[in-house]
């Protein structure tokens, strides 16, 4: 496992597959920025509003973001890169481009501190939409459609089930349940994305995160030397 003294923090930035090259750029130069003064750049899920690979096709509207991801491990800097539940049909091309893939929660130690991160869209109990999308057969079936209709298929479906997932409190119970029994796994600091409102728990001496969006809120998180940091982007319009 790699030491990491700095680390970015960035999750659920929604790319939509129409008009979000600005949005990426933006992203991008705040990442190059940030990026000088830190080893790693995490992703923690939905970065992509919908993201779909075929064995020799991937989707044109993130070119902006595979640029990124290639300048960033040029310079030297890690990439890691959790699926979320709008983004997770990823094939081999990200890991082709020097990012590292994580599909499930994963723990880090980071400057002696030991961080879980995940999506967050899978805790608690079974979610059949999640069952339907991330179900073998239907990908496979999925990838047997013209890509301009499939995709435009799940343009619709992912805006959908975006807006109303974002009208629904999140019932935070259940994340904190989940926290829980990661801190009693060795967990000190877990830290999750997907609800797109930040908050910050205590639990004795443990810390449970939930890191908020960049799609509105351009939260971000920033890690160094094992204490975490959370933040907000302003810039003034140039
Ligand atoms: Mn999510």
């Given at each position: 496992?790699?030491?990491?003294?700095?680390?970015?923090?960035?999750?659920?930035?929604?790319?939509?597959?129409?008009?979000?090259?600005?949005?990426?750029?933006?992203?991008?130069?705040?990442?190059?920025?940030?990026?000088?003064?830190?080893?790693a750049l995490f992703l923690l899920g939905d970065i992509f509003d919908f993201y779909h690979e075929y064995n020799h096709v991937i989707p044109k509207a993130f070119f902006s973001m595979y640029v990124l991801f290639r300048d960033l491990k040029d310079m030297g800097k890690d990439v890691h890169y959790w699926t979320g539940n709008h983004d997770f049909w990823h094939g081999d091309f990200l890991k082709s481009v020097g990012v590292v893939v994580h599909r499930k929660e994963e723990m880090f130690n980071l400057g002696g501190v030991n961080y879980l991160f995940a999506h967050g869209d899978d805790i608690g109990r079974f979610n059949p939409v999640n069952f339907i999308i991330k179900n073998d057969i239907n990908r496979f079936l999925f990838r047997h459609i013209h890509p301009d209709i499939g995709f435009e298929i799940a343009r619709v479906v992912s805006r959908l089930s975006r807006i109303s997932s974002s009208r629904k409190k999140p019932r935070i119970k259940k994340y904190i349940d989940f926290a829980r029994s990661k801190f009693r796994a060795g967990a000190d600091v877990v830290v999750i994305g997907h609800i797109h409102e930040q908050y910050t728990f205590k639990v004795g001496e443990k810390l449970f995160i939930v890191l908020g969006d960049w799609m509105i809120h351009r939260y971000y998180g920033l890690i160094e030397d094992g204490r975490i940091s959370l933040r907000r982007w302003n810039q003034l319009p140039e």
């Open positions: 496992m790699k030491r990491y003294r700095r680390v970015l923090l960035v999750s659920d930035t929604h790319f939509s597959l129409r008009n979000s090259k600005g949005s990426q750029e933006e992203l991008g130069s705040f990442v190059k920025k940030q990026i000088k003064s830190c080893d």
